[in-house]
């Protein structure tokens, strides 16, 4: 069984609260194994979600599916969808067909995010590779740089100072994340990538350079979230249960990102952060299943919280004013904003296995305000789901 199945194993609100957080990889009894407590075991399943159907202006237009794995993360941008999953592959569709593939020789894809003609993905390995769309040829993509890249690597690993204590009493170079690359959020401004890590750092790269300008000891226990705001503003979600606000400051070497507040801290984990267009609402997924937010006008100010999922929140989106929620619990919330005040919508259905990753895009023929979104959603059922929903 791969090691990232383990992250998973729940069957309620109470025991999702582990998610990510280091179960006994021992404890392999049949009673007791990660499969059988697994959210996609459809034996252990708690009660069914209290939504059961689509609203009438929202609707399946279709799946995606390569029997190759559980699919861990994807995006879109430019009509073009990229999924990654446990296998080797990241697959680019277009008009719900399978346009190409490339590899990585490095196994499970945890997260993947586009900017320009670059696509960035984050790895198992703790590897964030950077990879080329030609303009010409949209099938094709070249792999162009890892980070940290090789030179870098060896350059530092020349001074004992570049070395430091991590998990397991052990060392290693401070611009290495030493265990899996969950997420990853760009600067377009600034030129930043921000890689956050199951090591419980993250990591502050300079695109045009490829280097790693900073290593920030963020949290107690995996990053499952990080995010950057306009404003230089960065915010950190962790299976331990806090979700923390960083503030950058400086340019270039003397770039520090300094610790401003916490905005959560609770017992269950923290599953997904996205912030709203703007950034005028933080929203924060958890493993009890509820949705909560903070609006930048209360000066992040507790504002309240969404419910409507049975068990883990996954994953985030937000397009316009709606707020998309995927879940364990096999489905996908729409919710709609209006002030501090969140409606559900409708709540999409059909996917057999946790919704584990989401991302929107403007339908092409939609008018600016109040039109149509490409919903995609992707699944431990080795799907990917294409929806339309209407705001």
């Not at 993947?112 to 040829?137: A, P």
């Not at 979600?237 to 960083?246: I, R």
């Not at 997904?272 to 930048?296: H, K, P, Q, T």
Request: charged residues 20%; hydrophobic residues 35%.
């Amino acid at each position: 069984m791969h090691s990232d199945q383990t992250k998973f194993q729940a069957t309620s609100g109470d025991d999702y609260n582990n998610i990510n957080n280091g179960y006994d990889h021992n404890r392999m009894s049949d009673e007791g194994s990660p499969m059988m407590l697994s959210p996609w075991n459809q034996s252990c399943l708690s009660q069914p979600s209290p939504w059961s159907t689509t609203g009438p202006e929202d609707g399946l237009i279709g799946s995606l599916v390569r029997e190759e794995g559980h699919i861990y993360s994807l995006a879109a941008a430019r009509g073009l969808l990229y999924t990654g999953s446990d296998s080797k592959n990241i697959h680019v569709w277009k008009n719900m067909k399978l346009l190409s593939t490339f590899k990585s020789n490095s196994g499970l894809v945890k997260a993947i995010i586009i900017s320009g003609d670059k696509i960035f993905s984050g790895h198992q390995d703790g590897k964030v590779r950077v990879w080329k769309s030609n303009t010409k040829d949209p099938k094709i993509h070249k792999r162009i740089g890892t980070f940290p890249t090789f030179f870098d690597i060896l350059k530092s690993s020349m001074k004992s100072k570049n070395y430091v204590e991590v998990k397991g009493n052990r060392t290693a170079l401070w611009i290495n994340h030493c265990d899996a690359v969950s997420c990853l959020s760009i600067n377009e401004e600034e030129g930043l990538l921000y890689s956050g890590s199951w090591d419980r750092t993250f990591k502050v790269w300079k695109l045009s350079k490829s280097k790693c300008l900073e290593s920030v000891k963020a949290h107690d226990d995996a990053l499952n979230s990080v995010v950057s705001t306009v404003d230089g503003l960065v915010l950190t979600g962790s299976a331990e249960g806090s979700v923390k606000v960083w503030k950058r400051e400086g340019k270039g070497k003397s770039m520090k990102h300094r610790y401003v507040q916490t905005l959560l801290d609770q017992e269950c984990a923290v599953t997904a952060l996205v912030v709203s267009n703007g950034g005028s609402v933080v929203y924060c997924g958890s493993s009890d299943g509820i949705v909560n937010f903070w609006e930048r006008e209360k000066e992040l100010s507790h504002s309240g919280v969404i419910k409507g999922h049975t068990l883990a929140v996954l994953c985030l989106a937000v397009a316009g004013n709606l707020v998309l929620s995927g879940s364990a619990d096999k489905t996908i919330c729409v919710w709609r904003r209006e002030g501090s005040v969140h409606t559900c919508l409708s709540v999409l259905t059909g996917h057999t296995g946790p919704v584990k990753c989401v991302a929107v895009e403007k339908e092409a023929e939609s008018s600016a305000a109040g039109g149509k979104w490409v919903v995609y959603s992707g699944s431990l059922d080795k799907s990917v789901k294409v929806w339309s929903v209407s705001e």
